[in-house]
């Protein structure tokens, strides 16, 4: 079977021009016409962010940019909320134990939001937190948490909010401004739809009022730096040249089209999967589904790591399995990315003639009527 599907939850398929930018001649990252490009890409960023406040380019995967937010604001010492509810939320909180935070973590069960009561009546009876630590969707869950509600509660305090939306920036709606998020990380490999490579963070003013007096050493992370270089119209190190002309590219196109269509695009998709998967008899793992992915519960008696496998290696579908706990038991399908309607119904048919292969009790060619006749029916608004 040919034409390969990727609908994980990053990385994702790439729009066709991002493929042409990245293979085009290599230019130097001090060059006017480097400089203009930089200058466009992080204007729209603040577009893309919802913000009025600079949004950092930094060479790494979105991971370093959860630790540069950490670098940056947290003192040694310091106490830390962590809300936990899948992988992500665990190794953010190991990061803040590494650099020296007192991190005391607010356990969600895997596929349930936190209950923002639950984090105001944490913080009432512990005042001394200095930084809550959440991700907008947790990715591994797919399980997206109310960032505006918790946002509230935080501002509230004198605890910095610090969001990863890594798989949710650009996905979906977050207000960095509007909410009073702090501290707030997108990756490339999401909703930015470019490979892995860039992380961008942004810092709201109190949060940078703390990062000039924050004591924890740091080099290749230290956000004032790499400002002081971008008001100058540099980066601070060496710039991943290719990743940011694609990404001039994809910033132009979601500012055309607007952020408003460009979340609906994703929504539709996120519905259609939902839509498909209860016709074919599948559950939601998520009790708070994320509309950048969707987590599906893998029928009882089924093996998820080799269904997973059998799907990526005979039907060319490369989604995601779960992780930890979730191992086994649940497919992540990503809605994020280059995604046209038939790559949709493909998935969807492909899904079909995997489970039946495991003696599922399915009919494919039902599914992909069914996908068709849906995608119809919900046609995206022009």
Known sequence: MSNAILLAPGPV????????????????????????????????LKSFFQTKMPVLIQTSTGSGGMEALLVNLLNPGEEVLAIVSGKFGERWADMAEVYGGRVHRLNCDW??????????????????????LTQATETSTATGHDIKAL????????????????????????????????????????AVMLPTGLCFVCLSERAW??????KTPRFYFD??????????????????????????FVLNEI?????????????????FTRALSAQMGLSLYSASPSDSVTALNVPEGLDGVKLREHLEKKYQVT????QDQAKGKI????????????????TMYRLALALKDFSYNIDPEKVRSLSTSWLEAHPLEQ
């Open 13 to 44: 398929q790439l729009h066709p021009e991002v493929q042409k930018i990245l293979a085009h001649p290599m230019i130097h990252h001090r060059t006017p016409e480097f400089d203009a490009i930089l200058a466009r890409v992080l204007l729209n």
């Open 111 to 132: 596929g349930k939001p936190v209950d923002p009561s639950e984090v105001k009546k944490f913080l009432q009876s512990n005042p001394n937190i200095k930084i809550v």
């Open 151 to 190: 946002a509230d509660i935080v501002s509230k305090t004198d605890a910095l909010f610090l969001v990863d939306g890594i798989t949710a920036v650009g996905a979906y709606d977050i207000r960095m401004d509007e909410w009073k998020i702090d501290g707030l990380v997108a990756g490339s490999q999401k």
């Open 209 to 214: 009022a703390k990062a000039k007096v924050c």
């Open 223 to 248: 956000l004032q730096k790499e400002l002081n270089a971008n008001q100058k119209g540099e980066t601070y190190f060496s710039s991943a040249v290719a990743h940011i002309k694609a990404l001039d």
């Open 255 to 271: 500012s055309k089209s607007g952020l408003e269509k460009h979340f609906a695009e994703q929504r539709r998709r996120a519905d």
């Open 319 to 322: 989604v995601m399995g779960g």
């Open 331 to 346: 497919l992540r399908i990503g809605h994020m990315g280059y995604i046209l309607d038939h790559h949709l119904i493909e």
